[in-house]
């Protein structure tokens, strides 16, 4: 996601890092760049305007022209900036009894599956979430809630077959939550095409009876400018608390999640990160603006790799590292972590400098074939790589639809790297630096 305008962006900082003195021409120049890069991202007009506008004003303050670094001050500003445009501090549910919540959107966004995420989202959290299907227009997104609901192990509620009044369905929703129990009630309501006066009735009728705490607009950031239009109707129709952004992980552009906010007035509260029930997460305006700029999120990252790996595992996986024991098994271990972490275009961006590489460095299509390599070992060829002889590896290659040559490759790195950890002076540096990056204890004696 921002792909385009975090490469432009880059681009534009790194002309004025390269200045030692910067001028009003420098700054203007560049901030010239600026808009055509937010515009060309699908921001809205008048939103990239203010935003140029607010930077120049600080840009330009003798504080910054005359600073050691004015390069540095300047991204620093942007950074500012772009964390104020998209909400300034994250935006919490307001979770205060009875804790409805009402989905809105458009057919297409996402609504369905983003209330399931939620609903997860919440139990990861010790709460006790019910989904109540509202969409009588549409019978498939009941039964897509239904599986979805029973998938992540949360109540659902079905409306009578053939019920067309909401405010009716949604009374015998209430008795149903306050026979099921749970402290959070999710409504996922139903879309259209586009925005029409019988959707907007049906809809106020809905939150006039179940006056929900929130109201979260659901809207596709690869619509672009549609998405704000859509945003500035059903907020003026329904007075929305919040925004839920969906397929970010798809958008190369980006700039609706940039132009929500600033227009509706209304915080991002959530975004879709993919397409699996997990790949969804809480809005954080700062991290996302340290990606867009380059600056990485690394917060974000030990966030997720905790949540993949736990610290019974590290210490395991420490001393494996230590005493030479790291092998095919432990490999595989490893690679389903990162896996269950998210996309890898996701992880990389939370890298700093790391957005750079992606392209030339990493295929996702080529760790799933190693993968597939391992995969296609015994157990013990896991564990005694030594063993795989000439038959043993077209057994493998066979197995993985891959070639000898690609399994002999992958044996030869994983033996260099094998070598490297028998260095105990290599092995303690590198430990060092993790334990300084990450937290991780380093063993004395290493």
């Keep these: 996601m921002f792909s385009r305008l975090s490469e432009k962006l880059q681009g534009v900082f790194k002309d004025l890092r390269g200045h030692g003195k910067i001028s009003e021409t420098n700054v203007g120049d560049a901030l010239r760049e600026v808009r055509m890069a937010l515009l060309d991202a699908d921001v809205h007009y008048q939103v990239a305007k203010d935003f140029v506008a607010k ?264 001393e494996k590292l230590r005493t030479s024991g790291f092998d095919l098994e432990d490999f595989l271990q490893q690679f389903k972590m990162l896996k269950r972490m998210g996309p890898l275009e996701n992880i990389l961006g939370m890298i700093p400098g790391m957005d750079k590489l992606k392209d030339s460095s990493i295929d996702e299509k080529q760790l799933k074939r190693v993968e597939a390599i391992v995969l296609s070992m015994t157990p013990q060829e896991r564990t005694r790589p030594d063993i795989l002889n000439a038959r043993r590896r077209q057994r493998v290659a066979r197995g993985s639809g891959t070639t000898v040559t690609e399994v002999n490759n992958l044996l030869l790195r994983f033996s260099q790297m094998r070598k490297m950890m028998k260095n105990a002076g290599q092995m303690k540096k590198m430990m060092s630096r993790a334990g300084k990056n990450f937290g991780f204890p380093i063993p004395r004696g290493s």
Excluded at 113 to 126: C, H, N, P, V, Y
Excluded at 199 to 206: G, I, K, N, Q, S
Aim: glycine share 10%.
């Design 55 to 318: 930077v120049r004003e600080k840009a330009l303050g003798e504080a910054v022209l005359r600073s050691v670094t004015p390069g540095q001050q300047i991204v620093k500003i942007f950074h500012e900036e772009l964390c104020g445009l998209l909400g300034g501090d994250p935006a919490p549910l307001d979770l205060a009894k009875p804790a409805r919540i009402l989905m809105v959107g458009l057919n297409g966004a996402g609504k369905t599956t983003s209330s399931a995420k939620l609903a997860r989202l919440l139990k990861s959290q010790g709460r006790s979430p019910l989904l109540i299907a509202s969409d009588l227009f549409r019978p498939a997104a009941i039964e897509q809630l239904a599986v979805l609901g029973e998938q992540i192990g949360s109540p659902v509620f079905r409306p009578e077959p053939g019920e067309t009044d909401i405010v009716k369905s949604a009374a015998r929703a209430l008795e149903w939550c306050a026979a099921t129990g749970g402290d959070v009630q999710i409504f996922d309501t139903a879309g259209r095409q586009e925005i029409d006066g019988p959707l907007v009735r049906e809809l106020v009728a809905l939150r006039d009876f179940l006056k929900p705490q929130e109201i979260l607009l659901v809207c596709d950031a690869a619509t672009g400018q549609q998405a704000v239009s859509v945003a500035e109707h059903f907020h003026s129709a329904l007075g929305i608390t919040g925004i839920v952004l969906t397929k970010l992980d798809g958008d190369a552009r980006g700039g609706a999640a940039l132009s929500l906010r600033a227009v509706t007035g209304r915080p991002i509260k959530f975004s879709g990160i993919g397409e699996k029930i997990d790949q969804f997460e809480p809005f954080y305006p700062d991290r996302l603006a340290g990606r867009i700029l380059g600056m990485g999120d690394v917060v974000s990252l030990v966030e997720k790799a905790a949540e993949a790996i736990t610290e019974a595992d590290a210490r395991r996986m420490e």
